[in-house]
């Protein structure tokens, strides 16, 4: 921590070098408190999925709902007036259509093949989960395939997708009012079909609860959502993609892989790969500071615990990566680009993504389950 805090203060001597400071400092906020709060969309829905163990959806859920509420202040005032046609600067709004459907269905494949989404396998990394490199390794992979794929998609159906953002539609009252019920309805079935477990560990002494036992999940459902909004109003949406795509499109374009001319991205919103041209920017310091604040938090929690699968389980990995970073590169983000920045923004593929990549991690936690007990 001391060095990304020494670290933060070199970047910020200038003004280019604030942007970069403030989202070293954001993405080391954001891999503590998923790593403090074990928040993974994964491993979350696989808990409630296999036990009935809702406290992982309840911190998403929370999540997602105060994450709304929060961007409305940061949209109301960049855009007072909604129109459908004139969207919120930078916001994460993609088009809507069936792509998006299928991308984030292969992500959803993908997560439940490797055991994590692409967010997780970032912060478990700190906690020494090092075949999480064969998944982020696969991904790369996986973005090279999706700009191969990205030309023809555009073309035939991409293009005509409309993107859309639902105060436009309904006005931030009605758009709000909406996504608030729909989360409460889900939050409704999750604590129904949910079973008691015991509720989360905790030590009486508060530093404990602070640097060892897991967070509530409502504390760290406001944590995410605070940092996404605050992250949102000073340099960009929350995202974990870019920066593994524009590496992945940089290596595939210098060596003749990846097609010099990617139609039509840079007019979509989301987790955008580019050509890089510098050695930092604003998304690659804030995944390094999600990495080094999840060792120190695993660290002083006494989780760090080095490990390395075998040969099968980095296999399923890397598959799983791929997938992943098949769906992140033509969704145009993965689970905290699109689905928690979109949703908290209004938009409708954000919650496309949210059903497609349920549906997806659902089908295949139940195909891996069959298949462990021989059915």
Known sequence: MAVILLWSGWLAQDAAGRALSFSLLAGAAFGTVLQRGRFCFLCNLRDFVERRDASGLVAILVALSTGIVLYQAVLGAWVPVPQPDRLPPGAHIGPVGWVLALAATAFGVGMALSGSCLSAHLYRLGEGAFGSLAALFGAAIGFVLGFLTWNTLYTNTVSDDPSVWLPGILGYAGATTASL???????????????????????????????????????????????????????????????????????????????????????????????????????????????????????????????????????????????????????????????????????????????????????????????????
């Open 181 to 375: 019920a729909v989360i409460g309805g889900l939050a409704w079935l999750v604590l129904r079909k949910a079973e008691a477990h015991g509720g989360l560990a905790t030590s009486a002494a508060p530093s404990k609860r602070i640097f060892e036992d897991r967070w509530p999940p409502v504390v760290t459902g406001v944590l995410v959502a605070v940092i996404g909004a605050v992250a949102y109003l000073r340099v960009a949406p929350l995202g974990v993609t870019a920066e593994l795509g524009s590496i992945a499109r940089t290596a595939g374009h210098s060596v003749g892989l990846v097609p010099e001319t990617l139609v039509g991205l840079d007019t979509v919103r989301g987790c955008i790969s580019a050509i890089k041209t510098s050695l930092l920017s604003p998304n690659g310091v804030f995944v390094i500071g999600m990495v080094l604040a999840s060792l120190a938090a695993a660290l002083t929690a006494g989780r760090f615990k080095p490990s390395w699968p075998d040969a099968r389980g980095l296999g399923a990995r890397f598959v799983g990566g791929v997938l992943m970073g098949w769906g992140a590169m033509t969704g145009l983000g993965c689970t905290v680009g699109v689905l928690l920045s979109g949703i908290h923004a209004g938009a409708v593929s954000g919650w496309i993504f949210l059903v497609f990549v349920t549906l997806g991690a659902v089908a295949t936690l139940a195909l891996m389950r069959r298949l462990r007990t021989g059915m």
